[in-house]
Structures are given as C-alpha cells and as structure tokens.
C-alpha cells in the first residue's frame, strides 16, 4: 500500500459518511445494516492500493453498493420469515425533506436488488449510467433498463400533491389525539374510504400480523386499539415526520418507543405505518 496520498484525492469522511448512509439505507431498509456497510466500505479504503483509486468517492459508493447487493441476498430470504408486515426503519426528522418515503421504500423492497440500486444510485442520488454501471458491474444500457423498469414501478408511489407541512403535522396531532382519547367519530373523520394499516411487531411486540384494508376494517380495528390503550396509556414524545411523512413518536407503557407514520391524499389519511418492532427502534434511543 503507498503511504503518500496526494491531499485532492483524500475522501471528506465528513461529508461522504451521512451521504453513503442514506445509500446504503435506502437499499436496505435498516439503520444498523447501513451504519456497518459503510464501516466496511471505509476500512477496503484503508486497505486499498491508492496507485489503483482515482476517484475516493467512486470507490466508495461501489463498494458501498455491491456490499448492499451481497446483504439483500441474505435478506430477502430472513423477510420470507419475517412475522407479520416488513416496514424499514423509521428515520424521525424535523422537516419533509426526505426524498425516498417510506411508501416509495415499500415499494423499492418489491423490485430486484440491481433495480434498486440503479434506480437509487440515477434517479435519487444523480450518478450518470456509466458510474452506475461501475457501481453494479452491469452494462451502462442495461444499467438505463433497470432504472427504467423500476421507475414505471415507483411512479405509482410518488404522491399527487405534496401536503403541506403545518397541515400534514395537525393531521397526525389530530388522529394521535382521537386514537388516545378513544374520539372514534373523530378519528373515522381523518381516514380514506380506502385506508390500509400496517404494523411492523416482528414477532416481538403484538401487533396485526396481516396489512387491515378499507375503512371499515381500519375502524374495526382501532376500535380494539382504542380500548387496549384506555388500559395501557402511551406518551407523545414528538410529532414530526417519519420517513418523510407526517407522524409522531410515542413511548409506550411497556416502556418501548413506537413511531406512526401517515401517508395523506386529499387531506384524507391513506395509510397508517406503526413501527413496534423494537430491534428497529434502537436507534431513536
């Protein structure tokens, strides 16, 4: 390895650690998952002969992918066994700056991994289909391929109309609200004729083991979740944004955190995500 590294090639770990993060989260879903892959990556650089690496970042943003892709393998057929739905982890933020959602997450999970990586590594991150092509050793058209058939997927995904910020955060003030203080008649005023529920448990905590569709069976449903809180009071810790949709996070009194993220069309809630799964809370401890 030569020692002398030339001061313009050296990477800003700074900059390009949050940056191959969001790469690696956004391929895998889990926060520990990524947090490891780019602690790998970073050690091959530290290992790798610098007379063979032009560009530090290119380095590293394939080592980072092809890492994604060798873990994906692996974790698909761990998610065969998953008990109940599979949600990602949930990354709480001020604001909705957020440029992959946690719907638009739900559905990356549902394409191949070499889709998702060119889709991810063109569409979100702006690489050009010859660093892609790098990236997931495949040819630069099969590389616009992938990322077109993944697009045709995603498109469905991407909301209408953006809610607005103040207007998506009283939304979930007001459904955490009635879904505490048990106000059903407030709470069916805030659903979609056809909301779905999603609750990630993994088998750790009680939670649906089945996605609940419409809006009779959502009010079925909470009607249970109502009664059983009335018993077992939670704490808003914050509301904020979940994935880049309006939610909150809340303690439960089982001593865990829990997140609820909502997907909102037309000012109606279209879909409820409940994080419960402990292992994929730890973080926001």
């Known amino acids: 390895m030569t020692n002398a590294e030339p001061e313009h090639t050296a990477p800003d770990f700074g900059v390009l650690g949050p940056k191959l993060r969001r790469v690696a989260y956004r391929m895998l879903g889990s926060v520990a998952d990524a947090e490891d892959i780019v602690h790998e990556a970073f050690i091959r650089w530290m ?35 998953y008990v109940g739905p599979w949600l990602p982890d949930p990354l709480v933020e001020e604001d909705d700056e957020e440029d992959v959602t946690l719907p638009l997450m739900m559905v990356l999970e549902r394409l191949s991994p070499l889709e998702r990586a060119a889709f991810l590594l063109h569409d979100v991150f702006g690489l050009g289909y010859q660093e892609v092509a790098a990236a997931i050793q495949r040819e630069p058209a099969a590389c616009r391929q992938l990322a077109a058939r993944a697009r045709t997927h995603v498109r ?23 879904s505490r203080n048990g106000d059903m008649k407030a709470l069916g005023a805030l659903l979609a004729a056809d909301v779905s529920a999603h609750a990630d448990g993994g088998g750790k ?17 909470y009607e249970r979740v109502v009664a059983w809180l009335q018993e077992n009071r939670s704490t808003l810790v914050r509301i904020g944004f979940v994935n880049g949709l309006p939610g909150f996070v809340t303690l439960e009194a089982d001593g865990e955190l829990q997140t ?26």
Request: overall charge positive; aromatic content about 6%; proline content about 4%.
């Open 47 to 81: 290992r790798a002969d610098r007379s063979d690496v032009r560009e530090p970042e290119a380095f590293l943003c394939r080592t980072v992918t092809r890492l994604c892709l060798d873990q994906l393998k692996s974790a698909r057929r761990r998610r065969e066994s």
């Open 205 to 221: 905590r009680p939670a649906a083991t089945d996605v609940v569709l419409g809006f009779d069976a959502v009010m079925q449903q």
């Open 156 to 178: 469905e995904a991407r909301p209408r109309f953006k809610v607005e910020k103040q207007r998506g955060l009283a939304l979930a003030e007001a459904f955490f609200a009635a």
């Open 260 to 285: 609820t993220a909502l997907d909102i069309e037309d000012g109606k809630i279209a879909a409820i995500y409940v994080m419960r799964n402990p292992d994929k809370l730890r973080h926001l401890h």
